[in-house]
């Protein structure tokens, strides 16, 4: 895959060597989002931070990365901001925006949207998740998250068990993750959702071709005992007809300190794309969890600026420019301590 100039819209663009890169590129930002250096590579350039569904990590960890290379971030948060709400439509608003911008980052609420705003954009886009089909930046974040937590128990990617939680069929970030895993060698998944809320079948049909073990279930605990990696999603509530339909699966498979210690492996890595439903009647993910060192949500999410930062850099062709634009920081450093 040719980087410079690329729309990134789905994780079927990306090949292993082409997610290798963009992972080595990633290790390589790590003193940069440290605040150990600071690069100046963009310096001058503008992202058009376009999110038109609610966001925290994607949004601001998108603007952090591009902050962290030098560069200046516009934000447009909600359609009630934008001439959506008068009619125009997306071509049009990418034919402008492009104009303003040098690489665009967008979520959107419908399937598609984003690779038809990049179809009409003069400068690349990158997806930050549109409707309940795709979430490619999370999924690479994800999986570079699993090769650490995997790299610091001696293992690799390759011979991977995974049960992904939850659900499945409107959670897009376990949509690209699973066609993320067909790129890598003897990986076993195990769904776990509500039948209603299933991996859609041509996700599963794909993984399988690719040579995955697919194994589906509606049980949770009889299902987390030889895994190396429980990833849990939330209840996409806002994908439902209504709130009332959604609360019929909310809370069906928490997972607490108590359930992780007798059905788990010790070592077992716990993972959720965040947010999670801290809700009483949902809490996917319990606090109790806070303080397993297994919990890897939080390094999920400092792993996202790294490699957004990558992906950045790599769009723009700045790769090898970026040490020779850089200094030591010269502010008191907490997160060095
Ligand atoms: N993981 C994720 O997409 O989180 P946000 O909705 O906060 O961006």
Redesign the pocket.
Request: net charge positive; no cysteine; hydrophobic share 5%.
């Given at each position: 895959m040719d980087f410079t100039g690329a729309h990134i819209v789905s994780i079927d663009q990306f090949e292993r060597p082409d997610v290798e890169a963009v992972f080595s590129v990633a290790d390589r930002m790590q003193p940069y989002a440290l605040r150990q250096r600071v690069t100046r590579v963009l310096e001058g350039a503008i992202l058009g931070n376009m999110f038109f569904?609610?966001?925290?990590?994607?949004?601001v960890s998108f603007g952090s990365a591009f902050n962290l290379l030098g560069g200046e971030v516009r934000e447009t948060a909600g359609f009630e901001s934008s001439a959506l709400v008068k009619g125009e439509s997306l071509q049009d608003t990418a034919r402008v925006l492009s104009g303003f911008s040098d690489v665009i980052c967008m979520?959107h609420p419908v399937e598609g949207s984003v690779a038809d705003f990049a179809s009409a954009s003069r400068v690349p886009v990158l997806s930050?998740?549109d409707g309940a089909n795709e979430?490619p930046t999370?999924a690479l974040l994800d999986l570079y998250t699993i090769r650490k937590e995997l790299a610091d128990r001696g293992r690799s990617i390759d011979g991977l068990k995974i049960a992904m939680i939850g659900d499945l069929r409107f959670g897009r970030?376990v949509h690209s993750l699973g066609k993320l895993l067909r790129l890598y060698r003897d990986i076993e998944v195990v769904l776990i959702s509500p039948e209603e809320l299933s991996l859609p079948e041509d996700i599963v049909e794909a993984m399988r071709l690719s040579g995955i073990g697919v194994s589906i279930s509606d049980h949770l605990t009889e299902n987390i005992a030889d895994v190396d990696i429980v990833y849990s999603t939330r209840i996409q509530e806002e994908r439902f007809p209504s709130k009332q339909q959604a609360d019929l699966y909310r809370g069906k498979f928490r997972l607490n300190q108590a359930i992780y210690t007798e059905y788990c492996q010790p070592n077992t890595v716990i993972m959720h794309?965040?947010?999670r439903d801290s809700r009483s009647d949902a809490n996917e993910l319990d606090s109790d969890l806070d303080n397993n060192p297994n919990l890897a949500i939080f390094r999920q999410t400092d792993n996202g600026v790294l490699v957004r930062m990558a992906l950045f850099a790599m769009v723009l062709d700045v790769v090898d420019r970026v040490d020779a634009h850089a200094y030591d920081v010269r502010w008191y450093n907490a997160r060095q301590t």
């Open positions: 569904e609610p966001s925290t990590r994607t949004r979520r930050g998740g979430h999370q970030t794309p965040l947010p």
